[in-house]
């Protein structure tokens, strides 16, 4: 999937060489962010389904935080990229990948949430 989201983008933001040059490093450190917040999630999910027993109040507490955590590293992250892209960018070339970026992680989290069983 990543390769054809870059594809993607590449055909959807039509990039100048000095546009490209600017933008495809902070394109690049923000997959790697979001591939340590995927990885989390991940972790949760797999912690959470692998269970054979109800959950602890301690272990449930657990879960939320690495939850929420996650969500603040996405949040600082996404901040990150839009400071990056708002400077190597126009503002309407930024403002169409923020989108982008945000349609993905749109589909990404919907798949999640129908795989993520609810705490008992």
């Known amino acids: ?50 269970r054979d027993r109800p959950l602890s109040d301690p272990y449930a507490r657990q879960l939320a935080n690495d939850l929420i955590s996650g969500d603040e590293t996405e949040v600082k992250a996404r901040r990150k990229l839009y400071n990056g892209v708002m400077r190597a960018l126009p503002p309407k070339k930024a403002a169409r990948y923020m989108q982008i970026e945000a349609k993905v992680r749109a589909f990404q989290d919907y798949d999640i949430a129908t795989t993520f069983p609810l705490v008992k």
């Open 1 to 50: 999937m990543r390769a054809d989201k870059k594809v993607f983008v590449a055909s959807t933001l039509q990039l100048t060489d000095a546009e490209a040059k600017k933008f495809w490093p902070i394109y690049d450190a923000y997959q790697r962010d979001l591939d340590m917040v995927n990885r989390q999630q991940i972790r949760a999910i797999e912690g959470l389904i692998a």
